[in-house]
C-alpha cells in the first residue's frame, strides 16, 4: 500500500477501505507518512467527505492509535462534554466545576484553540501555576480528591488525533464533517467517559455556518457514540455572535467566573445549565430536564460551584488569590471601537471577532507560536442591541501595535448596524438524542 494512492483515491471521491484508514493514521502515527501527504488526503477528504462506515474507520483508528483509559476505579458514571468550537465559549470552565459540585466526577480532556476559535486548555493555562500536563496518576487522585480534573489531550490518548488536529489547525482543512467527528469522537473514546454531551455550534462563528450541517454532524456523532456503546446527546446551539462578552484567554476565565459566582452573561448561563442538565440525566443522577437544571441554577447561585472551581483551581497548581481577587493580569493598552451609525445590532461577523482575537495574539500563528494571554475583545453590544452613532461597541485589549491597525478596521465591518429592530438570536436549535 502507498500513501499516493489513498490520497489519490480519495481525491476522485472513492470510498477508503478499513485497512487504508488504517495504514494511512498508523503511518503518520508512527512517523512513516509525512505531514504533507496527511495534508493532501485530509484536503481530499474536506472535499469529497466520507460515509459513516469511513468516518467509524477513522474515528476507531484514531481511538486505538494510543491508550484507552479505564475510569471504572473512579467508581461512578463519568459524564464527558466536548464542543465543537466557538468564539468566547468558556462553557467547559463553567460546566466543569458545575456538574462536579452536584456530584458527578469529571476527568476531563480538554484541546487548545482550533482555527479562529479558543480552547480550554489555554484558557486555563492563562490562570499563573496552573498546570494542564500531570501524570495520569495525578489526574485520577484529583478526581478522587476534589472530584474533578482537566488536562490536555496527553501524548498517550488518540495521539494520531493530537497530530491531525495541529496539522488541520494550520492546514485550511478543519470545517470538514467527518474529520471533526472523528476526531471528538476518538479522544472521548480513548478518554474513558461512560457519556457524552456535545455542545454543536452552528452559525458564522461555527465550523458548521448551517443549522443542516450542524444536524448532520451531531447525528454522525450521536450514531457514532451510540454504536460503541456510549450513551451521547448533542445539543446544537448558536455560535451568530461570540458566547457571553469576552474573548481571548484570561477575560473568558474573567467571564466564566461570573458566571460561576451566580452572575454573568445570560447566554453563557443559560447553555451551561441546559449542558449541565443532559449530563445530569446521563449519569443518572437527575430524573429528567427540569430537575437537573434546578439543581444546577442552585448550586450556582449558592456559591458551591464557584467553590468547587476554586479547590480545582488550587489543585492543579493555580494562584486562586488572583482569582478571588479578580486580578487576573490584562492588558493595559486599550482601545475602544465605537459605533459610526445608530440603529440596532443586527448581525456580527463572528469568525473576524474570532480572528482579531487570534491577530493580537491570543492564538497561534504556527505550531511554536506563545500565546499572550493578556489580550482579548470585550464586547459591548450584542445582536438585537439598541446603539447610538458614537457609543461604544467593542473594546480591544493589546500589547502589540503591530496589527493592531488592521484589528480595528476588521471590528469595525464586523457589527452590521441597521435602523430596523432585530430580535434576539435563539441559543438552543436542537436536542439529539
Ligand atoms: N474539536 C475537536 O476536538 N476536533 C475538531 O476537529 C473540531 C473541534
Not at 487522585?141 to 496539522?167: C, E, F, H
Not at 457524552?196 to 450514531?223: P, Q
Amino acid at each position: 500500500m502507498r500513501a499516493y494512492d489513498i490520497i489519490y483515491k480519495k481525491r476522485q471521491g472513492y470510498s477508503l477501505s478499513r485497512e487504508e484508514i488504517e495504514f494511512l493514521i498508523n503511518g503518520y502515527s508512527s512517523g512513516k507518512i509525512p505531514d504533507y501527504q496527511i495534508s493532501a488526503w485530509a484536503m481530499a477528504v474536506f472535499f469529497q467527505g466520507m460515509d459513516d462506515q469511513e468516518t467509524a474507520y477513522l474515528t476507531e483508528a484514531m481511538a486505538r492509535s494510543g491508550e484507552i483509559v479505564d475510569l471504572s476505579e473512579i467508581g461512578a458514571k463519568v459524564i464527558d462534554k466536548h464542543s465543537t468550537g466557538g468564539v468566547g465559549d468558556k462553557t467547559s470552565l463553567v460546566l466543569g466545576p458545575l456538574v462536579s459540585a452536584a456530584g458527578i466526577p469529571v476527568a476531563k480532556m480538554s484541546g487548545r484553540g482550533l482555527g479562529h476559535t479558543g480552547g480550554t486548555i489555554d484558557k486555563l493555562e492563562s490562570i499563573p501555576g496552573f498546570c494542564t500536563e500531570i501524570s495520569s496518576k495525578e489526574f485520577l487522585d484529583n478526581v478522587r480528591s476534589t472530584g474533578i480534573s482537566i488536562i490536555a489531550q496527553t501524548a498517550d490518548i488518540a495521539p494520531a488525533d493530537k497530530k491531525l488536529y495541529a496539522l488541520r489547525d494550520l492546514t485550511a482543512t478543519v470545517e470538514s464533517i467527518p474529520l471533526i467527528a472523528s476526531s471528538i469522537m476518538s479522544k472521548k473514546i480513548a478518554g474513558g467517559a461512560d457519556g457524552i454531551v456535545l455542545d454543536v455550534k452552528t452559525g458564522n462563528g461555527a465550523f458548521m455556518e448551517n443549522l443542516e450541517e450542524a444536524r448532520e454532524l451531531a447525528e454522525k456523532m450521536v450514531r457514532i457514540g451510540r454504536n460503541v456503546g456510549r450513551k451521547t446527546i448533542a445539543v446544537i446551539s448558536d455560535m451568530n455572535q461570540p458566547l457571553g462578552y469576552k474573548v481571548g484567554n484570561t477575560l473568558e476565565v474573567e467571564e466564566a467566573v461570573e458566571c460561576l459566582r451566580g452572575k454573568g452573561p445570560e447566554d453563557l448561563r443559560e447553555l451551561c445549565l441546559t449542558l449541565g442538565a443532559n449530563m445530569l440525566i446521563l449519569a443518572e443522577k437527575a430524573a429528567d430536564f427540569r430537575t437537573g437544571y434546578e439543581e444546577l441554577t442552585d448550586l450556582l447561585d449558592s456559591g458551591k460551584a464557584y467553590e468547587k472551581f476554586l479547590d480545582f483551581v488550587a489543585a492543579q497548581g493555580g494562584d486562586i488569590e488572583l482569582i478571588k481577587n479578580d486580578d487576573l493580569s490584562k492588558a493595559d493598552k486599550r482601545i475602544m471601537i465605537e459605533a459610526e451609525d445608530s440603529g440596532f445590532v443586527s448581525s456580527i461577523k463572528t469568525r473576524e471577532i474570532g480572528l482579531c482575537a487570534m491577530l493580537l495574539g491570543a492564538g497561534r500563528d504556527n505550531k511554536e507560536s506563545k500565546i499572550d494571554y493578556e489580550v482579548g475583545l470585550e464586547l459591548k453590544k450584542k445582536i438585537g442591541d439598541r446603539v447610538n452613532a458614537g457609543e461604544p461597541l467593542v473594546e480591544v485589549y493589546y500589547n502589540k501595535e503591530d496589527r493592531l491597525d488592521e484589528v480595528i478596521r476588521r471590528l469595525k465591518d464586523a457589527f452590521i448596524i441597521k435602523k430596523e429592530k432585530q430580535e434576539p438570536l435563539i441559543l438552543i436549535y436542537e436536542i439529539i438524542e
